[in-house]
């Protein structure tokens, strides 16, 4: 079937540290790719999207490729701050209005 | 409305107790869905709507849940004979898009405890 796999958390950084959260993919067909950022007490919000190979998808600073061959979507920032410190779910859809999450990963970014 | 507006915030049900779960999606959005995120889990899809018509009820866990969505516009999830694995963060979210994942909004949703 088609899922979604994160590494677990939490992640925990110093302010300005480099930020890689894995996710790795398996689907039938050519999904589009996403990560959705959770603040707390807030709902999901997209952060970043790739709709097809070697698309990269970046914003805010974050930044994630899609691996066709490798079948991932890594999520990198260069420099983390503290408010980037939220739960961060991968997901994949193919194109049937659904959206496949991965479990989600912490990230906790200390000063 | 400016956002996914999700009522209530929080609801503590007894176990057998029906409840009622409200979306209010972004004004003219299309596209409703429900999810269901347990905690430390990522959300699970339950249903789907395209303006009153529901096309894809697959995630429902069983004949409890029930969704509505009448006028195509607020979104109603109704939980009948709550049992305690029925507590989890219920997720709507609206698309302008027919086909969902491009630009979906979402509620900060409603976090159900049956004790």
């Known amino acids: 079937g088609n899922s979604v796999t994160q590494m677990e958390g939490p992640v925990t950084l110093s302010e300005e540290a480099f930020l890689t959260i894995n996710c790795t993919y398996t689907a039938t067909g050519y999904p589009s790719l996403f990560w959705y950022v959770q603040y707390p007490g807030e709902g999901l919000q997209l952060l970043l999207k790739a709709t097809k190979a070697d698309d990269k998808g970046s914003n805010k600073g974050f930044e994630a490729t899609y691996r066709k061959e490798t079948t991932s979507f890594h999520l990198e920032k260069g420099s983390v701050q503290v408010s980037d410190s939220a739960v961060y779910f991968c997901?994949?859809?193919?194109?049937?209005?659904?959206?496949?999450f991965g479990t989600g990963t912490r990230l906790q970014v200390f000063p | 409305g400016a956002g996914v507006s999700q009522s209530p915030r929080y609801k503590v049900a007894k176990r057998g107790q029906d409840v009622a779960l409200r979306c209010d999606p972004i004004?003219?959005?299309?596209?409703l869905f429900w999810y269901q995120q347990a905690l430390g889990q990522g959300p699970e899809f339950l249903t789907y709507?395209?303006?009153?018509?529901?096309?894809?009820k697959s995630g429902l866990p069983s004949d409890r849940f029930f969704a509505e969505r009448p006028e195509g516009s607020v979104s109603t999830l109704k939980i009948q004979r709550t049992q305690q694995e029925d507590s989890a963060v219920y997720l709507c979210?609206?698309?302008?898009?027919?086909?969902?994942?491009?630009?979906?909004?979402f509620g900060s949703g409603t976090r159900l405890t049956v004790v």
């Open positions: 004004s003219g959005h299309v596209s």
């Open positions: 979210a609206s698309s302008s898009d027919r086909v969902g994942g491009y630009g979906y909004t």
């Open positions: 709507f395209q303006n009153e018509a529901q096309l894809d």
């Open positions: 997901a994949l859809t193919l194109n049937t209005d659904k959206l496949i």
